[in-house]
């Protein structure tokens, strides 16, 4: 399997895995971002031979400050379908998405993540910045850096 453009008609595909993995209790709402159909963002995804999409994330030009940046962009909605958790498609998908960033000419991404999964960035070169905190859903976060 390999990591491909998410196409527009599968946008919605990747709103039910987020929301299936991320939030699964939670409104629909809160797996759809500020900045998911701006022209600058990217969504990446692994699929199946029968073209099931069982891995995604997306890129998307937002700063720290939540506001449109040609110059940063946010890591969002990283989710991988629990059936095919750890077999390396976050690592695929991530690698996608900091390779476009670069491509890009973005100087840093960011991202919210998960204190269950923080490993997984810092092994990747992301540092945390502050404290953990929690967000809706009462679930630990802490924001992580990346320079490019």
């Given at each position: 399997?390999?990591?491909?453009?998410?196409?527009?008609?599968?946008?919605?595909?990747?709103?039910?895995?987020?929301?299936?993995?991320?939030?699964?209790?939670?409104?629909?709402?809160?797996?759809?971002?500020?900045?998911?159909?701006?022209?600058?963002?990217?969504?990446?995804?692994?699929?199946?031979?029968?073209?099931?999409?069982?891995?995604?994330g997306s890129l998307l030009p937002e700063s720290e400050d939540l506001i449109f940046s040609s110059s940063v962009s946010r890591i969002r909605g990283m989710a991988v379908d629990e059936d095919f958790q750890k077999q390396g498609l976050g690592q695929l998908v991530l690698e996608e998405l900091l390779k476009n960033a670069l491509k890009n000419k973005r100087s840093k991404v960011w991202c919210n993540a998960r204190t269950s999964i923080l490993d997984f960035y810092l092994r990747r070169g992301f540092f945390k910045q502050g404290e953990e905190f929690i967000l809706p859903g009462n679930i630990p976060h802490y924001k992580l850096i990346k320079n490019l």
């Open positions: 399997m390999k990591v491909r453009n998410i196409p527009l008609s599968d946008y919605e595909s990747m709103i039910d895995l987020r929301q299936k993995i991320l939030h699964p209790k939670g409104e629909r709402s809160r797996v759809l971002y500020s900045f998911d159909d701006h022209s600058e963002a990217m969504h990446f995804g692994v699929y199946t031979e029968n073209l099931e999409l069982v891995a995604c």
